[in-house]
T-cell receptor, first 112, second 115 residues
Framework: GNSVTQMEGPVTLSEEAFLTINCTYT??????LFWYVQYPGEGLQLLLK?????DKGSNKGFEATYRKETTSFHLEKGSVQVSDSAVYFC???????????FGSGTRLLVRP | DTGVSQDPRHKITKRGQNVTFRCDPI?????LYWYRQTLGQGPEFLTY????????KSRLLSDRFSAERPKGSFSTLEIQRTEQGDSAMYLC?????????????FGQGTRLTVV
């Protein structure tokens, strides 16, 4: 079946450090890929998305590139801030579907 | 419009009691989804509506769970005879289907604790 695997957290970084959160997927076709962020006590917010291979999604300094050859969609940011502390979820959506399939989430903690 | 709204934000109930949650989607969004998120896990799909029609229910949704979306507007999720295993965050999302890759907007969730 279709699934998403994320690196386990927590990821603890100092402010201004470089961030990578790994995400790989298994899918029978060609999904759209998403990163959602969940701040403490809040719901999920869409951070960025990519709908086809080699697309790069970007938002708020975060980037992720859809790599079909490695079935990956790793999240990166060049310089994290304390306010980026949250849980990040990678998700996929198949063309013929309507339901998102999420990874288990990666908690990011950024220290001043 | 302020986004997807869920009520209540928190609910503590005794085992065996019934609970009902409400979701108000973004107006004009024709799809509405319910997900469940347990501690340390990603959200899992429960069910979805296209307008007022409930088109799919996950196997996670036992017979004790029922969802409705009368008139294709707000939705309710009821859990009968709650069990401790029902403790989770229940998330509602909505979307406007123009194409297949449509963005779902999530509410803040209802956190259920069954004691």
């Amino acid at each position: 079946g279709n699934s998403v695997t994320q690196m386990e957290g927590p990821v603890t970084l100092s402010e201004e450090a470089f961030l990578t959160i790994n995400c790989t997927y298994t899918a029978t076709g060609y999904p759209s890929l998403f990163w959602y962020v969940q701040y403490p006590g809040e719901g999920l917010q869409l951070l960025l998305k990519a709908t086809k291979a080699d697309d790069k999604g970007s938002n708020k300094g975060f980037e992720a590139t859809y790599r079909k050859e490695t079935t990956s969609f790793h999240l990166e940011k060049g310089s994290v801030q304390v306010s980026d502390s949250a849980v990040y979820f990678c998700a996929l959506l198949m063309d013929s579907s309507y339901k998102l399939i999420f990874g288990s989430g990666t908690r990011l903690l950024v220290r001043p | 419009d302020t986004g997807v709204s869920q009520d209540p934000r928190h609910k503590i109930t005794k085992r065996g009691q019934n609970v009902t949650f409400r979701c108000d989607p973004i107006s004009e969004h024709n799809r509405l989804y319910w997900y469940r998120q347990t501690l340390g896990q990603g959200p899992e799909f429960l069910t979805y509506f296209q307008n007022e029609a409930q088109l799919e229910k996950s196997r996670l949704l036992s017979d004790r769970f029922s969802a409705e979306r009368p008139k294709g507007s707000f939705s309710t999720l009821e859990i009968q005879r709650t069990e401790q295993g029902d403790s989770a965050m229940y998330l509602c999302a909505s979307s406007l289907v123009r194409d297949m890759n449509t963005e779902a907007f999530f509410g803040q969730g209802t956190r259920l604790t069954v004691v």
